[in-house]
Each structure stands twice: as structure tokens, then as C-alpha cells.
């Protein structure tokens, strides 16, 4: 979709200027004019994909004011049309656009949504047709609003905790970098007109600063790069699974990713649940959407045990790997009908258990690496100072 820079003039006399998405400078004039802004020039102008990326609060934003002209009484064509013209965001606009049109053309909504990337989630997907089918589609609409939300506010949590460690990590491999690179090879052009055997340690350190200035240095960055992205990206299913096993056995690193998932799936399986959807659908769906295989292989075995008849409680007690609070909450839940509180109520105790693990991390972390630093400068205060003293010896 076209991405205009326009000019206009609102009813007082006041010029009006903005950006907005739109098929034609016709309908341009036509949604201006209904904000009671005639248009005065515009300029088609390019929009680069990577300034309007689409993250989970702005797509939770989208469902959100979509359900609130529904409960308005607009019907959904109407209601995506006005949703994609109060877009700020083009991209969005376009994707509602387009949906108006599937809509429009007799696809169902839950379809409609699905054809699209941004939006393909197969847990939102179960969500919007479970409404589209039991006619409840505000609801569940509503509910995959909230479902982004919390995806967002758990990305932003993780984000607000990691940015002090990473930074004292981004300054530790900063100052390395600038020592090994332009501190050293002073010392070593000094050293080396002594004309003198140098000490082991003194030596060690002109080598690994001649290492990080020569191309070796960048060809082994290439190379560490190409194998991280083979190692997440491109394998294969043997070697996802290995993957994932070295990940869960690093400390601190796979009680996060357990806790994470575990936490997801139950507030996607609790939201499932609430949208109607059976529990054994639930854990069909949340299982095909986890992308850990270690983590997605104990949720099909729920899914096996429910679907013999257990319930889920049994089963979760059965595999050893769930807290016992959780399981005496899903006992609960399926002996009093709400099952899907209970879930929510689970899911609420891994991301407290997530918290104090990162919290943990973090406490271990910035020392480590303050630690590191602080060893790297004794290190190099021998290495400059063994060869003086060696000459003040011999002098």
C-alpha cells in the first residue's frame, strides 16, 4: 500500500500535516475529509520495512480496538476499515485492508487472519475460531489481545533485566578489544628494543594482541557467526535436539528456558481453554507451537495421556517434571470446573520462579564479569611490569 506525506487544512483554518497509508490520493482526500481535513498536496514517499516492525503490544493494540468497535456495534468489515485508517503504523493499515477485502470476498475471519505472517500464530488461529464457531468472536478477540499483551510484557521484563549484565559484558569485551588492540603493542615495541628474552607471560600477551589485529582475528568471528547461525537457524532435527539439550544443562540458562516455556504454554493453554476449546485441542495446538524439542516432547506426552483418557493433573504428576503446587492447582481446577484459572494461576508461579532465576543470574553475572575485567588488568600490569623489573635486575 502507498504511504503519502500530505498538507492539509482542518474547519478552523489551521495547516495539517502528517503521514498515512492509503490506495490512491483519492482516497486519501476521502479519509481526510471525513476527519474534517481538506486536502491541500501530498507525495507518495517510500517506507522502509525494518522503521515499522510490528512487535506483540502493537499487534495486541490492533485486536484490542477491533473488539471495542465490535462491542460498539460496528459490524467487522466496517470495523477493520476504521481500525486500519487510525493506524499509524502503514503496514498494519495494509494488512487490515486487506483482511476487509477476504472478509468482504466471503473468507471467515480466523482465515482471513491466518493468511497473514505477522498475525499466523496457530494458537491465535484456535483461539478465533473457536469464537468464529461457538459465536463468540468478541470474546476471542479479546482474548488473543490479551494473549500479545502478555507476550509483550514478558519480552520487556526479560529485556529491562538482561540490559545492565549485557552492558557490563558489551563494556568487558570493549576494553579487551581496546587493550589487546592499542595498548600492548606500545609495551611491545618498547620490549622488543630491550634486545632481551622476555618473560612467558609478557610473550603470551604480544601474541593474543597480534592475534586480535591480524585478519585471523576476523576470519574467526566470520567463522563463530556462521556456525551460530547453522547452530539456531539451519539444523537439522538431530541437531535442534542436541541443541536443545546443551541448552537446558547450562545453569541458570535451562531453568529460564524450562521456566519461560512452561509459563507460555499454560497461559496459552488457560486462554485456549476460555475461548472453548477442549483441553485435548489445547494441548495439541500449544504442543506444535513449541519450538524446543525437549520442552515440546514432555507436552505431547500430556497430550498422549489425555487423549488414553488420564487427566491432566495425573498425567502432570506422572511425568516429574512440574512443581507440586502446580499440580495440586490443575487437581483443583478439574474438580471444580475451572480449569482455566487454575492454569492461569500456574502459569503466574513459574514466571515468579522465572523472576527469581533471572534475578539470580544477574546476581552472578556482573561480578563474574567485573571479576574477568579486573583479572585481564592484573594480568596485564604483570606482563608490562615482569620485563622492567627484569631489566632494573640485570642493570
Not at 195 to 220: A, D, G
Not at 253 to 268: F, K, R, T, Y
Amino acid at each position: 500500500m502507498p504511504y503519502f506525506k500530505w498538507v492539509g487544512v482542518d474547519i478552523t483554518g489551521m495547516t495539517k500535516k502528517g503521514k498515512y497509508a492509503a490506495y490512491s490520493q483519492q482516497e486519501l482526500t476521502s479519509r481526510l475529509f471525513k476527519q474534517g481535513i481538506a486536502l491541500l498536496s501530498c507525495k507518495p514517499v517510500y517506507t522502509m520495512p525494518f522503521l515499522w516492525l510490528i512487535n506483540s503490544q502493537e499487534k495486541g493494540d490492533v485486536f484490542k480496538h477491533i473488539a471495542q468497535l465490535l462491542k460498539a456495534g460496528i459490524l467487522l468489515p466496517n470495523a477493520l476499515v476504521v481500525a486500519a485508517e487510525q493506524s499509524f503504523n502503514p503496514f498494519i493499515a495494509d494488512l487490515l485492508f486487506t483482511i476487509n477485502i477476504d472478509i468482504r470476498n466471503g473468507i471467515v475471519f480466523p482465515d482471513a487472519v491466518g493468511k497473514h505472517d505477522v498475525f499466523s500464530d496457530p494458537i491465535v488461529t484456535i483461539m478465533l475460531c473457536a469464537g468464529h464457531e461457538s459465536g463468540d468472536l468478541v470474546n476471542a478477540i479479546d482474548t488473543v489481545a490479551l494473549y500479545f499483551y502478555k507476550q509483550h510484557q514478558f519480552s520487556k521484563s526479560v529485556r529491562s533485566a538482561l540490559a545492565m549484565p549485557f552492558l557490563t559484558l558489551i563494556f568487558f569485551v570493549g576494553i579487551s578489544c581496546f587493550i589487546f588492540a592499542f595498548i600492548i603493542p606500545r609495551f611491545a615495541d618498547m620490549f622488543h628494543s630491550l634486545n632481551q628474552e622476555l618473560p612467558v607471560l609478557t610473550q603470551y600477551m604480544i601474541k593474543i594482541s597480534e592475534f586480535v589485529r591480524s585478519s585471523s582475528m576476523f576470519w574467526l568471528l566470520g567463522l563463530i557467526a556462521l556456525l551460530f547461525f547453522i547452530f539456531y537457524y539451519c539444523g537439522t532435527t538431530i541437531g535442534k535436539r542436541v541443541r536443545d539439550k546443551i541448552v537446558m544443562r547450562i545453569p541458570f540458562i535451562g531453568a529460564a528456558v524450562w521456566q519461560h516455556q512452561v509459563c507460555q504454554i499454560l497461559h496459552a493453554l488457560s486462554l485456549l481453554l476460555k475461548s472453548g476449546v477442549t483441553l485435548e485441542m489445547g494441548l495439541k495446538v500449544v504442543s506444535a507451537s513449541i519450538d524446543n524439542n525437549i520442552i515440546k516432547s514432555r507436552f505431547e506426552l500430556l497430550y498422549d495421556a489425555i487423549v488414553s483418557g488420564q487427566f491432566l493433573s495425573t498425567a502432570m504428576a506422572t511425568s516429574l517434571f512440574f512443581l507440586p503446587e502446580v499440580i495440586a492447582l490443575t487437581r483443583i481446577g478439574e474438580e471444580s470446573g475451572m480449569l482455566d484459572q487454575s492454569l492461569q494461576r500456574a502459569a503466574l508461579i513459574y514466571g515468579d520462579r522465572l523472576d527469581n532465576t533471572m534475578r539470580r543470574f544477574i546476581f552472578f553475572l556482573q561480578p563474574v564479569v567485573i571479576i574477568l575485567l579486573g583479572f585481564l588488568v592484573t594480568t596485564l600490569i604483570f606482563a608490562v611490569y615482569l620485563p622492567i623489573m627484569q631489566l632494573s635486575h640485570v642493570l
